[in-house]
C-alpha cells in the first residue's frame, strides 16, 4: 500500500487555503505559511513573473490580487501523489482561478507552506487545440469554394504584415522566437517572426565549426515535438539548425527570413508599434501590438577597445564572427577571454594545427561535462531521469519551484561534489597556470549562468588542451596594446599573432532596444537579465527574478525573451499566455512591475 | 491489490513452455497449445513473416527451427500484468533466441496458447543507438583532424554510391522507403533511398488538391519521431508532404531526388545487383547486395482500354495522373470507378463547380470515416487509447497479435455496428442507386484492404453528394465506349464529357518488379499483396499472410515494402532487421518461404 499520509495532510492543507482564499480571509491562508516562506507566480496571479519571499510579501500580493484572481478546486493534481522526504512534504497540484486553469507545486514543512509555484497552464476559453481538440485536418463534408489546408497557408503567408496586421512581431528567429511563435500560434495569436538570416537554424550553423550545444538533449526540448529518442546527447550546430528549420516548417511559423529591423516606435495613445523591416531588400512598415524582442540574450557583442587594434594587420574578430579554424594551420592565434567560446575556439584552432594562445584575464569557472551532466542536471534532465517517469515539463516546473533566492544553496553542495570528484583535473589546471573560481559563493555554473550568463566554460575538451600546454595559456593579465603582428600585455609579453579573437562576451539586451527603438526606452527598461545578487557583474538590489524577462517592463508593448533552449520552451508558456490575455481584452493588471536600477 | 492469478497462471506456462523448448522437447511445449492455436511469428523464428494454424504447422516449424532458434528466457514483459477477460487471458510476453531479443503477446483458452505472437525486437550486439546509447554528438576530448557532423554528413553524402556501395538500395521515397531508411540508417545499414520526385513529400503534393489521409493520426505515426499532440486528425496531403520532407532530413536520410531506376539485374553467384539508375540527369550504376521495392502497393495505375479513347477530344487521365479540379468549372466530368480515388475526384469536381456524373461498375463498400475512426480503430488508434496508455507500438502489436485466419471474425461485428448506427445513410445512398457491399462476408473495410487493396470509399463527404444527386451516378453499367465528345455506357445512356477520369485501380507491385528487372523475376517472385481468402480480386490457396510483402521472396536480394502509414512503420522494423542480419553475417534461414500460385 501507498502511505496515504502526505496526500491527507496536502489535502487538508489546499481546502483550509481554498476556503481562506474563497473567503478573502488573506490572513487565515497566511497562517498556512511557513516564516521563510516563497511563493513564485508565474502569470496564474500576478500577471507577472514574481516570487513572494516572506510571509509579508504573499500578504501584499494576496491584497492586491485576491479578490480579482478569485482562485478555487486547489487538490493534489490529477492522478499524482504527495511524497514526504528528510522531512519535506512534496506535491504537484492543481487551481483554478477566474480567467485560467493553474497547476503548481507545493513543499511544506512542519505542516507549513515553505514553498510554492503557481504557474498558468491555459486561458479558460482559450484553450490549446490538442489531443481531443486536435484540428480535425480533413473538412469532412462538401463545400463550394472551401480552401485546403495548402491554399489557406498561402493565403495567410500572403496576407499578413501586407494586408493584415500582426499582433504580435517577434523579432529575432533563433531558438527563443521560434518556441515563442509555436505557442503563440496554437493559441491563435497571429504572429511575424522576423530573421536576418536566410534559413531557421543559421544562427547555430553560422558560428564556429566544432560547436555542439553544451547543454544535453533532455534539457534542449522545444515545445509540443521532443527530440526522437535517437537524437544525440549534445547536438552538433548544423544539426540544431537543422532541426529548427524543420520545426518552423511543420509549425508553421509565418517566419519572414531575411529580414532585419530597421526601426520601432510605440504610439502610445493606439499602443501599437510601427516597425520598419526590410525584408529581402524590401522595406515594409508592420504594426503590431506586441513586439518581441528574442534576439539572443548573448547576441550583441561586446567588441573590446584596445589601443593599437587598427594597426593590426592579421585577422582580427569578435568570437561571434568566428568563422573557424580551417584558414589558420600553421598561423598564430591569439585568443582574449577564457569563457565557453574562447575554449571551443581555441581547440578548434589548435586541431586544425594553429600555434594558440589563450589570453586568461579574469578567473574562469570550469566544469566537466559529464560531471555538470550527471551531479548537476542529471535528476531531472536525463535519460535515468527519463525511465524514472520524470517529463519533461515536471522537471522545469520542479526547476521553476526553486526560489532564486536560496537556490544558491541547492547548487553549493553539487558543484562541492564536483569538486571533490575531479579534484586532480582542477589541480592540474591550476597548475597551468589557469585561475579557477566556482563564483563568488561557490554555488557554480547554473547561478553564474543566471545572475550573468557568463564567467565559465563547460568543458568539452579544451580544458586537458589547457592542462597539458597544447593550448599556450597567459593569465592574469590583460591586453595592453595590439602591434601590426602582436598583442603586447600587460606583463610585457609579446604574442606575435597572424590572428586575434576578441572572445570578450555580450552587452545586456536592452542594447538591442536602445538600437532598434531608442536609448529613451533602452533606459526606461533598463538593464535584463540577472537577479540582483550583488555578486560579480549582477549588483544588487535584490530582483527575485531575472530582470526584464519574459514579464511585462516599463515600456508597454515591449517584451523581452531568449535564454537557453530550457527557458525558450519554459518561459515561453508564460509570455506566450500573457501575450494572449492582452489580445483577448482580458485584464492583466501586473503586480510588481519591474522597477529599474541599472540601465544596462 | 491487482489480482495476481493471472500472472501466476502465465508465468508457470512460460516457464514450462522455457523448459519443454530448451530442452527441445516439441511434444511437451505442444501440449502447452489449444487444437485451434495460432503462432505468428514476425522474423524472431522464422526469418519469415509466417503464420503457423494449428498444431501440425506449429510442429513442424518448431521441428525446422527449435535448435537453431534457442529461445530462452520466456517471461512476462518487464511492468507489465497479465489480464482476464472474458475467459481469455492475455499477456505481453519476453524472449530471446540465440541472436536476438524478443517481444510478443499471447492469449490463453482455457489454460492453453489460443494466439502466440513473437516479434524480433532487436539483433544481440547490433542494438539501435537510442536512450541510453544515444550517440554523444559532440565529441568530447580533442583531436586533430576529427570531422564535424556535418563534414562527416557531407563526406558520406559525396561517396555513397559513388566511391562506396551502399549495401541497400530502396526504389521509392514514399512513406514506406523513408520509414525504412529511417530504421536501416539507425542500424548501420548504408541505404540509398532513389525518389523520382524532387521532394520527399511529393507523392502525396502531386495528387488531387483535396486529398487527405483517410487514416487518423494515432494510426500514422512514423518510427521514431511521432506526431505532435496538435497535429490534425487527418493530415492534408501537402502538410504530410511537409511532414515527411523534414522527417527524411532530421533523420539523416541518403535520399536521392530526380532518380528513377532505369533497370536492376541480379547477379545470383555475386549475391549482388546491378541497378542503373538516373540521378537528375546522370546515369549512376549502383552495386547493391538487397534491393527493396518501396514503389507503392497502389502505384502502378491500371488504365483501361475502352474503345474509342483515341477519338475523345477532352482530357483523360488516370485518377493518379488527376491534376485537381481547378480547370474544370463548368465543364462535364465522367469519373469511372466508386472508390477511394473516384469519390474524392467527383467531390473535388463537384466543389469546383463543374457537372459531375460517376460510372460505378461494380460494388463498393463505403464507410463513414467518423463511424470508422469510433467504432473501427477506436480502441487502438484513438485520443482515448492514447489517454488510457495504449501506445502506438502495443497497438500495433495487439493488430499484429490476431491471426489473419480469423482476423474476419473480429471484423465482421464492427461492421454490423456500423450498419446499425449509420443505417438511415446506407439506405439513402442505395435509394440513389449505389450499389453497397460489405465485403463477401461482411467483414468490411479492413479485410478489402488486406486481401485485394481496393473496393471500398472512406467517406468524408462525397456520398452525401452522391445521395442528394449533386454527383450523378450511373450504376451497375459498364463503359462501352468513347466517342469525340462523350462516354457510351453499356446500356446505352451517352454522357457528354470534357473530361474522363478512370479512377480504375491499381495493379500488383510485382509489376514493378516486371517493368525494371525481368518478366521472368517478376513471375518467378508472383504476385504480391492479398491473404488467399479466395474472396473477390484475392484467389486462394490460403496463405495465411499477406504475400510477398516485407519478407524473403522466391528472389534472392529483393523484397517489396509497402502499404499505408502504419504498415510502413510496423513492417519496416521486421524488414530492417532482415537486411541488419544478412548484412552482418548472421545465418537467416526462412522457413515456409513464400510459394507462387499467381503471376501477378
Known sequence: MLDKAPNGRVSELLATLDQALSAGDVERALDLFQTDCYWRDLVAFTWNIKTMEGKD?????????????????????????????????????????????????????????????????????????????????????????????????????????????????IIGGGQGGIALAARLRQLSVPTIVIEKNERPGDSWRKRYKSLCLHDPVWYDHLPYLPFPANWPVFSPKDKIGDWLEMYTKVMELNYWRKTTCKKATYDETAGEWTVVVERDGQEIVLKPKQLVLATGMSAKPNMPKFEGMELFKGDQHHSSQHPGPDAYKGKKAVVIGSNNSAHDICAALWEAGADVTMVQRSSTHIVKSDSLMEI???????????????????ADLIFASLPY????????????????????????????????????????????????????????????????????????????????????????????????????????????????????????????????????????????????????????????????????????????????????????????????????
Open 57 to 169: 510579501q504573499v500578504r501584499a500580493m494576496l491584497e492586491a490580487r485576491l479578490a480579482e484572481t478569485r482562485p478555487t478546486n486547489w487538490k493534489i493534481a490529477d492522478g499524482e501523489d504527495s511524497t514526504e522526504a528528510d522531512g519535506i512534504t512534496e506535491s504537484w497540484i492543481q487551481f483554478e482561478t477566474a480567467v485560467a486553469r493553474g497547476f503548481g507545486h507545493l513543499r511544506l514543512k512542519d505542516g507549513r507552506i515553505w514553498t510554492l509555484l503557481t504557474t498558468m497552464v491555459e486561458l479558460k476559453g482559450f484553450e490549446e487545440p490538442q489531443g481531443f481538440d486536435r484540428p480535425m485536418g480533413a473538412k469532412h463534408g462538401a463545400d463550394r469554394n472551401r480552401k485546403t489546408w495548402k491554399e489557406e497557408r498561402e493565403q495567410e503567408a500572403a496576407e499578413l504584415g501586407i494586408t493584415k496586421q500582426p499582433y504580435c512581431l
Open 376 to 394: 548537476g542536471l542529471g535528476p531531472l534532465y536525463s535519460e535515468q531521469a527519463v525511465r524514472s517517469g520524470m517529463t519533461t515539463e515536471k
Open 405 to 600: 533566492k536560496i537556490l544558491h544553496e541547492f547548487q553549493i553542495p553539487i558543484y562541492n561534489a564536483i569538486r571533490e570528484r575531479d579534484a586532480d583535473f582542477y589541480k592540474r589546471l591550476e597548475a597551468a597556470g589557469f585561475m579557477l573560481d566556482f563564483g563568488d559563493d561557490d554555488s557554480g555554473l547554473f547561478m553564474k549562468y543566471l545572475r550573468r550568463g557568463s564567467g565559465y566554460y563547460i568543458d568539452v575538451g579544451a580544458s586537458e588542451l589547457v592542462a597539458n600546454g597544447s593550448i599556450k595559456l597567459k593569465s592574469g593579465v590583460d591586453v595592453q596594446r595590439l602591434t601590426e603582428h602582436a598583442v603586447i600585455l600587460t606583463d610585457g609579453t609579446q604574442l606575435p599573432a597572424d590572428l586575434v579573437v576578441y572572445a570578450t562576451g555580450y552587452g545586456s539586451m536592452n542594447g538591442w532596444a536602445a538600437e532598434l527603438i531608442s536609448k529613451e526606452v533602452a533606459d526606461k527598461v533598463g538593464k535584463c537579465w540577472g537577479l540582483g545578487s550583488n555578486t560579480r557583474k549582477d549588483p544588487g538590489p535584490w530582483e527575485g527574478e531575472q530582470r526584464n524577462m519574459w514579464k511585462p517592463t516599463q515600456q508597454p508593448g515591449l517584451w523581452f525573451h531568449g535564454g537557453n533552449l530550457h527557458q525558450s520552451r519554459h518561459y515561453s508558456q508564460f509570455l506566450s499566455l500573457q501575450l494572449k490575455a492582452r489580445m483577448e481584452g482580458i485584464p492583466t493588471p501586473v503586480y510588481g512591475l519591474q522597477q529599474v536600477h541599472h540601465l544596462g
